[in-house]
């Protein structure tokens, strides 16, 4: 059980002595290099690891979106890695301009190998790590600072002369000092600078240098000062990357991401939507999606998201989740009635801005960037408002009812959803709103054609409609159409209406255009109804209007 007082178990991380930092004052201008892990770090996360298949469809799909380095495996592992390592460098699956890049411990005989399953690579990156932090010493390996250091000169080493053995691949080295985030700062920066004495990085042929949370244990600051301490002690800095490699163990592993771009680093590695040990890798599509939401191109293409989606979910085996940053099924979508009625004002003011700058309340990219469409921004359930109905039956049907009909209308839906407990689907509000306003179903008057004739100001209204199972026709005289309609329903069949409010739309455009018409009616005894008619002809759905809102008072609306 949780302890009362937890300092008696655990303690504050350390802060970092750098009280001149720079990096809160700096911004992201332009994306880091990217280093997509799904295929090994993810891989090696899942319950039941990818197939060659599937770790072929997902390199594929990474090549799609734009993912210029890859790492494609751990070829020590087994003959599933190495296999599949082979057979991509054999089938010339990789484009000219990608990287694959492999990991391996930091042993002779796994540098080997790993090294033979890239033979005949035009290019590559070979990543070698070992574990450097106090815990990993003491715990793991019973070793003092010179003998991890050591570690890693002799991977060093062995880096260089398996490269010198394969000269027809263009060779580049990733070291990893494991466990940086927990590490003392000047143990990292000597393991680092010993790795560099022997590798001789040069600015056209740079080191890249990854400094991983392996295990995220402190606030995201603390990592960024980590990072900006890094580089600048470090020497060579123009002969070196610094890449990061965050985790997620205390949920902000793309905070200390952005905020380690922000410190100097020039690479990002993790995995699409997060995927990795534990509680995952930095998320790559957040940390890109962020910077696109800021104006800045991050180089990697999301334009269907839903492809990326169903891809890394069918070879991870995992559910992107619902509420998943830019991704999730519900990431852009507003039940909430407030939140629905301001989505739905800000998609009206986009329309008549003069510029292409988004800004729509709750909405941080436009959904279309991605792929996504606008009908499932907003949904309907028992907490949503009248905004969140007039925006379904707007995308749906094309209809933009009045404010007044909207208030209406809300509370027959409301009720609906309370009943239901349940989300209603466009069907689900369109049924209801069918039944509402007699548009279908039972219709006391059913308009089956109609006359105007007479002079201006004197009009005459002849019509037949469907009545009591027969036909009938009325007549009316008025000073227009509506007035005469209105007439007619008075003097022949003893319905008493006045019209408080009218209007009318288009619904499309070209020559596939119709109309709306609205009528917001008072009965004689004080009670409002609505009505509503849609024709091609705009007088015909003006008169369908008036009908609408007659069957309402038929029907006891």
């Known amino acids: 059980m949780m302890l009362t007082d937890p300092s008696a178990k655990y303690r504050p991380f350390p802060q970092v002595d750098l009280p001149d930092r720079q990096w809160p004052s700096r911004i992201i201008t332009a994306p880091p290099r990217w280093l997509s892990t799904d295929l090994r770090d993810g891989n090696q996360s899942l319950i039941d690891p990818m197939n060659a298949e599937k770790k072929t469809r997902f390199f594929d799909l990474l090549v799609k979106i734009g993912v210029k380095e890859i790492e494609v495996g751990f070829p020590s592992a087994g003959a599933t890695e190495f296999d599949f390592i082979q057979d991509l460098v054999r089938s010339d699956r990789i484009p000219d301009d990608v990287t694959p890049q492999v990991l391996t411990q930091a042993r002779e005989d796994l540098i080997a190998t790993t090294f033979e399953s890239l033979r005949g690579a035009k290019r590559a990156i070979v990543h070698v790590y070992n574990a450097i932090s106090p815990a990993w010493r003491r715990i793991v ?41 927990t590490a003392e700062l000047d143990f990292s920066l000597e393991c680092c600078e010993a ?18 949370a392996t295990v995220e244990a402190a606030t995201p600051n603390i990592y960024a000062d980590q990072i900006e301490w890094f580089c600048r002690h470090i020497s060579r800095r123009d002969s070196v990357v610094i890449s990061l490699h965050t985790h997620n163990d205390r949920g902000t592993g793309v905070a200390a991401a952005e905020l380690g771009i922000m410190a100097g680093a020039d690479r990002v590695e993790g995995c699409m939507f997060g995927n990795g040990e534990r509680t995952g890798n930095c998320d790559i599509v957040t940390v890109a999606l962020n910077m696109y939401s800021q104006g800045i191109n991050p180089g990697l293409d999301f334009s269907d998201i839903d492809e990326v989606i169903q891809t890394v979910e069918y070879c ?10 830019y991704g999730g099924e519900l990431v852009f979508t507003a039940f909430s009635g407030s939140h629905q009625d301001a989505i739905k004002k ?35 359930n028992s907490q949503s408002g009248k905004g969140g109905v007039a925006w379904v039956l707007q995308q749906d049907k094309g209809l933009k009812l009045p404010k007044r009909m909207q208030a209406d209308f809300s509370r027959v839906v409301q009720a609906l959803a309370d009943q239901s407990s349940r989300e209603l689907n466009a069907a689900d509000i369109w049924g209801a709103f069918e039944d509402h306003y007699r548009l279908s179903g039972d219709q006391p008057y059913r308009l089956i054609d109609y006359h105007e004739g007479g002079a201006a100001g ?5 019509g037949k409609i469907a009545y009591q199972g027969g036909e009938r026709s009325i007549s009316g005289r008025g000073n227009g159409l509506l007035s005469s309609v209105l007439a007619a329903l008075r003097d022949e069949l003893g319905v008493d209406l006045d019209i408080a409010d009218y209007s009318e739309h288009a619904i499309g455009a070209g020559t596939d255009v ?31 209007a008036v009908l609408s809102a007659a069957n309402s008072v038929a029907g006891g609306a």
């Open 141 to 181: 390996f019973g070793m003092e600072q010179p003998e991890i250091k050591a570690i890693a000169v002799h991977a060093a080493k062995l880096l260089r002369d398996n490269a010198a053995r394969q000269p027809d691949t263009d060779w580049y080295f990733e070291y990893s000092p494991e466990t940086f985030s």
């Open 514 to 544: 119709a109309a709306a018409a609205y009528v917001e009616c008072r009965t004689s005894d004080g009670r409002t109804v609505f009505g509503i008619g849609t024709d091609t002809d705009v007088a015909t759905a003006s008169v369908q």
């Open 458 to 462: 004197d009009r005459i209204f002849t």
């Open 346 to 380: 800000g998609f009206a003011a986009q329309e008549v801005r003069n510029d292409e700058i988004w800004d729509v309340p709750y909405l941080p990219i436009d959904p279309a960037d991605l792929g996504r469409n606008y009908e499932a921004v907003i949904r309907v």
């Open 316 to 325: 991870n085996q995992l559910s992107v989740h619902p509420r998943h940053p």
């Open 195 to 212: 790795v560099i004495d022997i590798l001789q990085p040069t600015p056209d042929r740079p080191l890249i240098l990854n400094l991983p």
